[in-house]
């Protein structure tokens, strides 16, 4: 279409024929090759008013062309007053000039505004305007395009920043809860007791970070079919907690679903803060209503979702008969750190967590709301296609994890959580190393006269990362295994196969628990 209106934006006027009929040759011509148009032409007289409309142009404005036969055009979609259209048409035949392609906003049948580009060309008739040209192109799948590009990028640059800081501020946590648990071991009850709010405390720390991550897109995903309904009624007993009693919550589960393949920790993740987003849109109480169900998307669904792909989905609905929003608001709300529950009613951070994480788990996302009538978040997700079943949705945690007696290198160039991993190996029974970076591992091994079982390496370090320093380490102890840990995982590859059978990945924040069970897990993996 475009190339159709740099054809018509060319400085050679269209003329009418000499023989002086009211559409000459030229214009009878023009008339029957953009019958057929993708982009919507129009031909008006000398006072602008219509003569005729392609069908494009009928189907862009709402109106037939009956209808708008000897309407001054230009002023009924509101492109220019009515007072001007003669005198801008006048105007251009003078100068010889089109009006070049540039944008605007035009109001058709339905009350809707459109934003489009035109050209307007005059048509001449012994130099004298005789009418002109109007075509249109609808601009609402580019300007689409265009916000999705800006809401890429805000993500891409809070991301960056929130990778930069995610690292450094889970290894803090995970000394807090680390020697939290440790504490709480040895204390009395009543202590014990406070220990606990300190560790809980920081524990919904890490949850922010894992906001963060989300929408950074450095957090590591584990991707396996799941069903949506099944994960739905995990989280049902903490999403009612949630919401409060002046709020009914209803369930509605299409069953025989599909299973999605999905990050299952994510998805409730997504699931939790639409939740809360809801509750908060309805402090007087209302309804909120999950729903899950098959559903197929058309061409036309597709055009304004160009994402997607036509075909099956399942999905996913939180709705509420909350406050609503307008269209302002919607236009925001995926944004990072955009709130409109004031200066203390929350981070911004949720539904840009949402629309990250829904992207990363191929799906998409569509928000329907009108002020005071509430809000309907729909995901789509497709289906992977495997009734395979969904693996365990419980987090790695065992407060009884086995102890041993092997050897553990620990290289952790932060000294407090250096100490704290190895406080807690060391107190079930294992004998540990410790390293503050690469080189001085590489040095510690080549002294040390046994057997180093495993070694536990952060993977962002000065000088030498847990990856290099692992395969220098590698090939003087190549039946040693590997555990990294990190605060993001955007270079590791969560499957294995890229670090291979002998090492694995543990990330941070995590407690001593999760801590001992994967390093025994590994010790006691086959090589």
């Not at 009395?188 to 897109?217: C, K, M, Y």
């Amino acid at each position: 279409m475009a190339s159709m209106l740099d054809l018509f934006a060319n400085d050679n006027e269209l003329s009418m024929d000499p023989s002086g009929h009211q559409l000459g040759a030229q214009y009878e011509a023009l008339r029957s090759a953009v019958c057929a148009l993708g982009a919507t032409v129009c031909t008006l007289d000398s006072r602008g008013r219509l003569q005729y409309v392609n069908a494009s142009g009928e189907r862009l404005l709402g109106w037939r062309q009956e209808e708008l036969a000897g309407e001054d055009i230009l002023a009924r979609i509101g492109l220019i007053n009515r007072a001007n259209s003669s005198q801008l048409i006048r105007q251009i035949a003078r100068s010889g000039k089109t009006v070049r392609p540039e944008a605007a906003v035009i109001r058709v049948h339905n009350g809707q505004t459109i934003p489009i580009s035109y050209i307007l060309k005059p048509i001449l008739d012994d130099r004298s305007p005789a009418g002109a040209i109007l075509i249109l192109l609808d601009r609402r799948e580019q300007c689409q395009l265009e916000e999705q590009l800006r809401q890429a990028q805000k993500m891409e640059t809070v991301g960056q920043l929130a990778g930069g800081i995610a690292h450094d501020f889970n290894n803090l946590l995970t000394v807090i809860t680390g020697y939290g648990e440790l504490l709480r071991e040895v204390v009395n009850p009543v202590w014990a007791s406070q220990v606990g709010i300190i560790i809980e405390t920081a524990r919904r720390a890490a949850d922010l970070t894992q906001h963060l991550l989300a929408f950074s897109r450095r957090q590591g995903l584990k991707l396996q079919p799941i069903c949506l309904n099944k994960l739905v009624g995990q989280v049902d007993k903490i999403l009612r907690r949630l919401i409060g009693e002046h709020i009914q919550f209803k369930n509605r589960l299409e069953s025989g679903l599909p299973r999605i393949e999905a990050d299952p920790g994510q998805i409730e993740q997504v699931i939790l803060n639409l939740v809360i987003n809801a509750r908060d849109a309805m402090p007087e109480g209302g309804q909120l209503t999950i729903t899950t169900r098959s559903a197929q998307v058309d061409k036309f669904w597709v055009g304004r979702h160009s994402k997607m792909a036509p075909g099956q989905y399942v999905s996913l609905e939180v709705a509420d008969t909350g406050l609503g929003m307008d269209e302002a608001t919607q236009q925001r709300i995926f944004e990072p750190f955009f709130t409109t529950k004031g200066k203390n009613g929350g981070t911004g951070l949720g539904l840009a967590t949402v629309y990250s994480i829904v992207n990363q788990n191929n799906g998409s996302i569509q928000v329907v709301s009108q002020p005071g009538q509430g809000t309907c978040f729909r995901i789509y997700f497709p289906p992977c296609g495997t009734d395979a079943p969904s693996a365990r949705l419980t987090s790695l945690e065992s407060d009884s994890a086995q102890g041993g007696s092997e050897t553990i290198l620990v290289v952790e160039d932060l000294g407090e959580l250096r100490h704290m991993i190895q406080a807690v190996l060391e107190s079930k029974g294992y004998e540990v190393l410790t390293a503050a970076n690469g080189v001085d591992a590489l040095k510690l091994a080549h002294a040390h006269k046994g057997t180093i079982n495993l070694m536990l390496t952060d993977m962002v370090m000065p000088e030498m990362g847990g990856l290099e320093l692992s395969e220098h380490f590698l090939d003087r102890h190549p039946e040693t295994k590997i555990l990294y840990i990190s605060g993001y995982t955007d270079t590791v590859d969560l499957d294995g196969s890229s670090l291979g059978v002998q090492r694995d990945f543990l990330q941070k924040p995590f407690n001593p628990a999760n801590l001992t069970q994967k390093v025994r897990q590994l010790l006691d993996s086959r090589l």
